[in-house]
């Protein structure tokens, strides 16, 4: 059941199992076979490729199909190439085989994060192309690296260079989550991940002894005040049927560190939190929150970053806008239960949105159980398919939108 390509089975499927097997997994992803890929569609549909190298052995590589009025910016469809790492031991089938069951499910890591949404980019760009049709804006299909582990040395570089400006983005849609339901999620803005970790010194000492003031007792101050903030929010989340996670502010205590020996009381110890802050906070009031946290267990506490983000920014969602009118129109004529969200974690619509490019987080998939980053991760073929319809759909609504004020 897991050949190149079975009987019958629809090319989209096919070509999207080939993409699926080009191990781009983190921490060694082989981007090179994925940019090879991505040159051959590109010649195969009569489509422009640029590889741009926004750091040494990342690329971005960015198929474009002109629209008829150059003026007007540029629709972005962004995707990433890499993919999280795998435990083997704990998958039905192997990860990197895009094993198609009798049902039609097909298991591999990126089967939803994201390399679906990358095919069905393609396919309706293809589907289109093959109409004959044209469309008063530029697209830009846009393949990044490294967004699993941040984007660093991804889109993070990218929005900062010259190739980007040149792309004149207008209005770019990323990647999105499954919903188990009927209904497709669609994401308008995203947490911000603050990766804080909590220093605290103290009198040192023989294990044996009651030393005043120690290291752990401050640090056991500042963690309970910030578990017991985590709990009101996780009670107001649960309280109100209209919350989703992404409109609270999560938080979880991911590392403890300090010691030598069973003998020895550590003169310094910490922790380290993963915060993700809903975009209404005020990020301010809440570094000094923090700030006050620590203060309250005693002296010699401290916080540092390894993470801050700080670019919050909501695209909007409001009938009035064009860009939403667009997407959510045609959504509308497909029939399709849009349900609008804010992200619970972080892609790289941030950097989108944080150089002034309106982004929507969506991606196709109804009736399926969110399985990013999990043991088995799988997409039935038909959503995949649908999705590629979806797309066929959705293009030439945003890449008519009507000239823009910021058009220029």
């Known amino acids: 059941m897991a050949s190149e390509g ?32 991505l040159e051959e569609r590109a010649h195969q549909l009569g489509l422009g490729c640029q590889k741009v190298e926004v750091a040494p052995g990342y690329v971005v590589t960015i198929l474009t199909w002109p629209g008829t009025n150059p003026r007007l910016s540029s629709l972005i469809l962004n995707s990433h190439t890499d993919v999280v790492p795998v435990f083997k031991e704990h ?6 085989e895009a094993f198609k069951d009798a049902e039609g499910y097909i298991y ?24 004959g049709r044209h469309f008063p804006r530029t697209i830009h299909m846009t393949f990044v690296p490294d967004e699993e582990v941040g984007g660093h040395k991804g889109m993070e570089l990218f929005v900062q260079r010259p190739e980007f400006r040149a792309l004149k983005a207008g209005f770019a849609l990323d990647e999105g989550l499954a919903n188990p339901t009927d209904a497709f999620t669609v994401f308008y803005s995203e947490r911000s991940p603050w990766w804080v970790r909590i220093t605290s010194t103290g009198n ?40 989703k996670a992404g409109a609270v502010t999560s938080v979880n205590l991911t590392k403890l560190e300090g010691g030598v020996a069973y003998n020895v009381v550590p003169a310094t110890m910490s922790a380290s939190f993963d915060f993700r802050v809903a975009p209404d906070v005020e990020l301010k009031a809440f570094e000094e929150q923090l700030q006050g946290w620590c203060q309250a267990a005693g002296d010699g506490v401290t916080f540092d970053f390894a ?17 939403w009118a667009a997407f959510s129109g045609a959504c509308k004529d497909m029939n399709l239960t849009l349900e609008p969200e804010i992200f619970p974690a972080a892609t790289d619509s941030r950097y989108l949105r944080a150089v002034g490019v309106p982004a929507l987080g969506f991606s196709p998939m109804n009736l399926t159980p969110v399985l990013l980053h999990d043991h088995d991760e799988r997409l039935h073929e038909a959503v995949f398919l649908r999705g590629v319809d979806i797309y066929t759909r959705l293009l030439p609504a945003l890449a008519s939108v009507p000239a823009l004020p910021s058009d220029g």
């Open 6 to 37: 079975l009987e019958g089975e629809h090319p989209s499927v096919t070509l999207f199992r080939r993409y699926l097997r080009i191990r781009t997994v983190q921490p060694e992803p082989d981007y090179g076979a994925a940019v090879a890929f």
């Open 91 to 96: 998958w039905s089938h192997d990860p990197f």
């Open 108 to 131: 591999a890591r990126g089967a939803q994060d994201m390399k679906c949404v990358s095919i069905q980019y393609l396919e309706a760009v293809r589907r289109l192309k093959a109409e």
């Open 204 to 243: 040192p000492g023989h294990g044996s002894r009651f030393i005043e003031d120690t290291a752990a007792e401050k640090l056991h101050k500042v963690v309970s005040s910030i578990l017991t903030f985590r709990e009101k929010e996780r009670q107001r989340l649960q309280s109100n049927p209209h919350l």
């Open 307 to 323: 993470q801050k983000w700080t670019e919050s920014r909501v695209t909007s969602t409001d009938d009035s806008d064009p860009w």
